[in-house]
């Protein structure tokens, strides 16, 4: 039997929204063990002077603690 937990993570990138999930899922497995999945539970952009300027994801991410 395995327990998992799960953590928020935002991120952000100026590039898409895509991008920020995968800046997001990138810097959760440089802390967390054993990341199995991540949701996207919110997204949002920083605008400036009409344009976007920042896309942020707001991340669910699960992972499985060890024995």
Do not use: C, H, Y
């Amino acid at each position: 039997m395995s327990v998992a937990r799960v953590t928020e993570i935002i991120a952000a990138s100026p590039k898409s929204f895509e991008d920020a999930v995968l800046v997001g899922v990138a810097r959760a497995n440089k802390t967390l063990q054993n990341v199995k999945s991540a949701w996207i539970e919110d997204q949002k952009v920083e605008i400036v002077d009409g344009k976007i300027t920042e896309f942020r994801v707001a991340l669910k991410v699960t992972f499985v603690l060890k024995d």
